[in-house]
């Protein structure tokens, strides 16, 4: 058990020493711009429909699920607004980013332990080159970015399928479901919704270029690095998820409280 | 088409001779001990947020939040109690199994299997089938608890309700069913991680790089199908509530 403990938190302090060399190389270094954009380009192409989809159905399941609950006060009304608040504050930022974690974190995390493991990333050292400067910072970069982009996405698409399953299954048209949006759907709700998709991509890019980064043992350890990218990111993105919703409640109370 | 067949196969090969009991246990202890302590993590996580914003939109529309317990439970016993243990077993456990079945196909062990006569689906798919099924299925009956436990302490804590009301509250909004619905969607997704991966592990491409894609693909294909799934099961279950 305290084997365990030491072993989690050293891996965390690794793991922020890396992001801490990764940031200092971004500030010290010419930034290769070329790099990142191709980058984002690639990621963002592979990985627009799966998201797209995830983000559909995500709506879709949230609205049937408003639908049962607000059908016993019946408060069809607020169904748009609520389903749409649900998805955007909470559920669609989580759902959207588990699924990114499989994508985009767990191909990264094998790219680069595969370079790793064939000793590319040394290779790059040998020609006198930086290859945090090189190989980890535009994907950093890139997946920050186009991360960011691919969850807000998958939130508008959130809230097609939820438009399109209000109208099919609870009876709510289109025009009444948009038009209660803004009822419910604050100005503060959409920030800590981006706020928290921001963080998630973070969390996804260090975590991933840090496994990948820190691959050992063929073969079999590129497949190791994979699987725990997947699984640690999973687990940090559920705990900034409670930390960005707590950190958001002060902020909202604060707000209310001064005004 | 293969994915058919080997489904059919799997099935049959668990009421085909040999019985492989220290394969399934083995596989058994894998799906469950291992994932139990990062689902039971995620979980207490996942119940905090949901009721500190049930509590957040309660106070939006209705002014108060005194129903947030029933809200909260329903959301938890419904989709997030499940929901987030098959995305967790996707990359947890299915990605192992993607890994463990490529490498073996491109080592060409699968092929030395068929030479020694034996069923590869068999001999590899059948025993992750029943070890995931029964696996995700006590998996899923212990986040819900393990989530509703952790909501009903942080309601006692944050919001101040007691023990008692959380559940009298929590009563008038679920039911058993609930709970059953939640472990039909386990086995649901059960049966689907290790096929999916397992699928893809047999047609993976030579080469580290294969078994790489192959995982990823995996992990991909079966968190998209969980979704989906997930849509369709409870868009069922809602006739029957």
């Given at each position: 058990m305290i084997s365990l403990l030491n072993k989690i938190i050293n891996e965390i302090g690794l793991s922020l020493l890396f992001l801490k060399e990764i940031l200092n190389t971004l500030f010290k270094t010419p930034c290769k711009s070329h790099l990142i954009y191709e980058q984002i380009w690639n990621v963002t192409m592979e990985s627009f429909a799966t998201t797209a989809l995830a983000g559909f159905f995500v709506g879709a399941i949230m609205t049937v699920q408003f639908t049962l609950q607000m059908n016993e006060f019946g408060a069809l009304g607020y169904l748009g607004g609520l389903a749409t608040s649900g998805t955007i504050r909470e559920v669609g930022p989580l759902l959207i980013a588990f699924m990114l974690s499989g994508k985009v974190g767990a191909f990264t995390s094998a790219e680069l332990g595969t370079m790793r493991v064939t000793e590319q990333i040394d290779a790059i050292r040998c020609l006198g080159a930086n290859p945090i400067q090189e190989i980890i910072l535009p994907r950093f970069l890139g997946i920050i970015i186009s991360a960011f982009f691919l969850l807000g996405i998958g939130l508008l698409m959130s809230i097609l399928g939820g438009m399109f399953l209000g109208s099919l299954?609870?009876?709510?048209?289109p025009e009444e479901y948009v038009r209660h949006i803004p009822t419910i759907l604050a100005l503060p709700s959409i920030f800590s919704g981006l706020v928290k998709c921001f963080c998630f991509a973070v969390v996804l890019a260090t975590i991933c270029t840090y496994k990948g980064y820190t691959t050992t043992g063929g073969a079999k350890g590129v497949g190791r690095s994979v699987v725990s990218t997947a699984v640690t990111t999973m687990i940090c993105i559920v705990v900034f998820d409670w930390l960005t919703s707590y950190i958001a409640d002060i902020v909202i109370r604060t707000i209310q409280e001064s005004a | 088409m293969f994915f058919l067949k080997m489904s059919l196969g799997a099935v049959q090969g668990l009421f085909q001779k040999p019985f492989r009991k220290n394969e399934i246990l083995q596989q058994l202890y894998f799906v469950g001990n291992g994932s139990l302590l990062i689902i039971v993590f995620c979980v207490c996580f996942a119940a905090v947020v949901t009721i500190l914003e049930s509590s957040f939109h309660m106070k939006m529309v209705i002014q108060n939040d005194s129903m947030v317990p029933g809200f909260a439970a329903l959301l938890i016993l419904r989709e997030l109690g499940v929901v987030v243990t098959a995305l967790l077993l996707t990359s947890r456990v299915g990605a192992g199994f993607a890994a463990e079945v490529g490498s073996m196909q491109v080592t060409e062990q699968v092929d030395a299997l068929k030479m020694l006569g034996i069923d590869p689906v068999q001999y590899l798919v059948s025993p992750r089938l029943i070890a995931c099924i029964l696996g995700s299925l006590f998996l899923v009956i212990v986040a819900n608890l393990t989530c509703l436990f952790c909501a009903m302490l942080v309601s006692e804590n944050m919001?101040?309700?007691?023990a008692q009301m959380f559940l009298t509250s929590m009563r008038r909004f679920v039911s058993f069913q609930d709970l059953i619905f939640a472990m039909i969607k386990g086995v649901v997704f059960g049966t689907v991680i290790p096929l999916v991966s397992c699928y893809f592990g047999f047609f993976c491409k030579p080469g580290a790089d294969g078994v790489g894609k192959a995982t990823t693909q995996s992990v991909v294909f079966s968190s998209i199908t969980i979704i989906v799934l997930d849509f369709v099961l409870s868009y069922t279950f809602s006739f029957f509530y």
């Open positions: 299954f609870a009876g709510v048209n | 919001l101040g309700y007691s």
